[in-house]
């Protein structure tokens, strides 16, 4: 690989190493200017020599248009995609062009079909819907509409086409792709083209993403726009929630999904519904009596209110719909229970899209431009999926062969195969569900007591994964204990028995019900470990950020001079900093991102209202950048300043200078966001006080300082499934490692595996023990010495228009969908 310069004064745009962000994306070249006094650059590894040579980015595209396009119903988060193929197209050289009102528009071309500029998607990140427009169209169904489609497409010298929309848009686009030759030669005969327009547009390189609510793509995680329908439904579930408890009312909501229970299963985690209904598993013959018993449950243990969750497509065994008004009339008969129906619809397409929505939307563009521009005609046409946090490349055919194959299955009754077809994160959410809504505690007890307890700041979703740690720990069988403010509760004896009603409302709630400090239990370990012996104590769960991590430390540590220290631990990262190492996700993170990001919106707003306006944007982290930069990401910022990037005055020119440029467009404003860490002289009084001097004339200056709002509010759907599916886990490892430590009615657990940390890592949930993770982790600065995260900068600063220069010398792979049915992460 040649090193190609970088311009000093953009140095800070200098990235870490990328393993595949969007799989092409990868290490910016670092910076030239030295770190600070006590500062280190960012982690990374320099790429081996390409035998391709290297491959400039900037001009990959030169030459070469695409073209892109929304079909089928709409979803939040589309216009983030379509921003970043457009932005990242031509920032490679290619032209781009927008494709109005879907395949309609390629078959009518005209206007519908018409040149992009960088300036034409601006303000678009935070439009729900599609603002190029979608359309069903059967004219594109018979040959003669994808004739007409060839020809106004070979016109243009497209030969790149970006399809976003659901599994039929997508089949679609592949079958246009394989009748390419045969359009273009009866395209030649009939004088439709030139020969030298066919020979031009020999082949066309076709690339989909996924846009849909329902989240019923095989082959992806999430598709685009779930997340977004979740947020308004969770909206609405928490509003008619205060409202049944008022009235001790029941209500069934209806929620959205023909053929995939994705929205309800998940609404059902994120509020504690009474029960769900999805089409992918229906309820046994004598579901009605089982609901009953249910929700009569519920009511008898104090429970104001019933919540039950129905997906549109929901049927029984036989292949009958269940219908709300059919449960309705179910619960108003047996029980006479006064019971409302509120079916959400449409409403559930619309509003602002989710931060994680335009984060993945954003990811999936980049890797899509990069995808066309690579594509040969041996290519086969690919969707750019996400698998974890990685983004990747599968067969689209594949993925659309797989989701065909779910519906047949439960066409045929098999149920249990659709529930494997679909992944393991519809097996995995509905295994936790039902242990939480259906099972009781049972009689015989473990003889096993274990503690939870919250420990750092508080933050959203630390309630979900209380609650799901506690009743999952009941039907286990264990005595559960609540330990309130920390390690300084503990070592006080704020300890007291927990029971399954205690924490029924938990999961919507923000902040931390059991109290948390930051207290470290070093300088308490005499009374702690009395305590231990009191309660009888035999595992502990802590729920926490950096602190909780610190804290298992001391403990494991304290171990060779107190016994009673060894019992087994679990660590749970929650934190809205995302800074605790071993995870690449930590519960409240997302809330704080939303929050964040929903603030940038309206700051954005004023900005463009009042025109030449730069607004400074201070977020919390301590030293960590995931906010920052995330919130950049999801925001549209023009630069962000972070720790683990060091930078200059001269970097903070280069910026200034870029918004003057940027301020003789038509997007007369700016947005900078500063982590509240990032440097100790150059803080976000100093970038508002330099931004406003240089940039006197040309715009001026407003600052704000976000501040604890962003530890505030009610958890996203996000951050309460993964709380929930936390506290799960927690307490599936920790009952099977106090068995394992038990030895004649004594836990004694010494080892460094029997303190453990539950994390994110990629694609699944990991325990690993937390001594090794010392090792990854820079206690000076409180973060882990390699963060994920980071190789997605490049990607802000592309979108912000920086010229950067990318390595590209490591190339994607196109994975297959792998059809076997996959382990789940933990027994439960």
Request: glycine share 10%; with cysteine.
């Amino acid at each position: 690989m040649v090193a190609v310069p970088v311009a000093p004064a953009l140095s800070r745009f200098a990235a870490p190493a990328a393993l595949s962000v969007a799989a092409l994306l990868l290490l910016l070249l670092l910076s030239f200017l030295p770190p600070g006094p006590g500062r280190r650059r960012s982690a990374g590894r320099k790429m081996p020599p390409s035998p391709a040579g290297p491959q400039h980015t900037e001009t990959l595209g030169v030459g070469k248009a695409i073209a892109v396009l929304t079909s089928g119903g709409d979803a939040q988060g589309m216009n983030a995609a379509v921003r970043a193929v457009v932005r990242v197209g031509i920032y490679t050289g290619a032209k781009v062009f927008f494709v109005c009102e879907g395949y309609q528009g390629l078959v009518d071309g005209g206007d519908h079909i018409r040149e992009a500029t960088w300036e034409s998607v601006s303000m678009m990140l935070q439009l729900g819907g599609t603002v190029i427009g979608s359309a069903r169209c059967q004219d594109f169904r018979t040959r003669e509409g994808r004739l007409r489609a060839a020809r106004n497409l070979v016109k243009r010298g497209i030969t790149n086409l970006c399809v976003i929309g659901g599994d039929g848009s997508l089949t679609g686009a592949d079958t246009f792709r394989a009748e390419w030759g045969g359009l273009l030669a009866e395209l030649l005969k009939t004088g439709g083209i030139t020969a030298e327009e066919a020979q031009r547009s020999s082949h066309l390189n076709i690339v989909g993403m996924v846009g849909s609510i329902d989240n019923d793509f095989c082959g992806t995680d999430m598709t685009i726009g779930t997340d977004s329908a979740l947020h308004r439904i969770m909206e609405i579930v928490d509003a008619i929630t205060t409202t049944a408890q008022s009235h001790q009312r029941t209500f069934v909501l209806e929620v959205m999904g023909r053929h995939c229970g994705y929205l309800a299963l998940i609404t059902a985690l994120a509020c504690g519904a009474d029960w769900v209904f999805i089409p992918e598993s229906p309820p046994e013959d004598d579901w009605e009596e089982h609901l009953c018993r249910r929700l009569t449950e519920t009511r008898d243990g104090g429970s104001r209110l019933n919540i039950i969750i129905v997906a549109e497509g929901a049927i029984d065994k036989h292949g009958k719909a269940i219908t709300s008004d059919e449960i309705k009339a179910l619960v108003v008969k047996r029980l006479g229970y006064d019971t409302r129906v509120t079916i959400l619809g449409h409403v559930q397409r619309g509003g602002t899209p989710s931060a994680f929505d335009r984060i993945l939307a954003s990811r999936m563009g980049v890797e899509a431009v990069m995808a066309l521009l690579e594509g040969t005609p041996e290519t086969p046409a690919c969707v750019v999926s996400l698998s974890g946090n990685q983004a990747v490349r599968l067969p689209l055919m594949e993925c659309v062969q797989v989701t065909k194959d779910v519906t047949t299955a439960m066409n045929e009754g098999r149920f249990e195969d659709a529930l494997k077809l679909r992944g393991r994160w519809l097996s995995d959410n509905w295994n936790v569900y039902k242990l939480l809504a259906h099972i009781r505690p049972p009689a015989t007890k473990s003889g096993y007591t274990v503690a939870v307890m919250n420990v750092g700041a508080p933050a959203a979703g630390m309630n979900a994964a209380v609650r799901s740690t506690v009743r999952i720990g009941l039907i286990h069988g264990h005595r559960m204990l609540a330990v309130h403010d920390g390690f300084e509760g503990l070592a006080f004896g704020m300890v007291e028995e927990i029971g399954w009603n205690t924490v029924g409302s938990w999961t919507g709630l923000g902040g931390s019900k059991l109290g948390t400090k930051r207290t470290l239990p070093k300088k308490h370990f005499e009374e702690i470990s009395a305590n231990i012996s009191k309660f009888g104590i035999h595992g502990l769960i802590i729920i926490g950020g950096f602190e909780a991590f610190t804290g298992g430390l001391e403990l494991v540590e304290g171990r060779a001079r107190f016994e009673e220290l060894c019992i087994p631990l679990c660590i749970v990262p929650a934190t809205v900093s995302n800074n605790v190492p071993g995870s690449d996700f930590s519960i409240g993170a997302d809330t704080a991102l939303n929050t964040i990001t929903t603030t940038c919106d309206l700051i954005k707003q004023s900005a463009a209202g009042t025109k030449r306006r730069v607004f400074i944007i201070e977020t919390m982290g301590g030293f960590c950048g995931y906010l920052a930069t995330m919130a950049g990401l999801a925001a549209g910022a023009d630069a962000v300043y972070i720790f683990e990037e060091p930078f200059s005055s001269r970097d903070l020119q280069a910026n200034v200078d870029h918004l003057t440029e940027k301020m003789k467009t038509t997007v007369k404003r700016g947005l900078v966001l500063r982590n509240e860490r990032c440097n100790e002289n150059y803080t976000t009084d100093f970038i508002y006080n330099l931004y406003c001097e240089e940039g006197k004339g040309i715009f001026d200056c407003r600052k704000n300082v976000l501040g604890h709002m962003q530890q505030g509010g009610s958890p996203t759907p996000f951050d309460r499934n993964f709380g929930t599916k936390m506290g799960a886990k927690a307490v599936a490892w920790i009952t099977g490692k106090i068995k394992e430590c038990s030895r004649h009615g004594r836990i004694f657990a010494n080892t460094a595996d029997s303190a453990c940390l539950l994390g994110m890592r990629k694609r699944s949930l990991v325990f690993q023990p937390i001594a090794e993770l010392r090792q990854q982790t820079d206690f000076e600065h409180r973060i882990p010495k390699e963060q994920w995260w980071l190789k997605l900068r490049p990607i802000l600063k592309i979108l912000a228009k920086y010229n950067i220069e990318l390595d590209t010398s490591e190339t994607a792979h196109l994975e297959h969908l792998t059809r076997k049915v996959l382990v789940p992460e933990a027994t439960l």
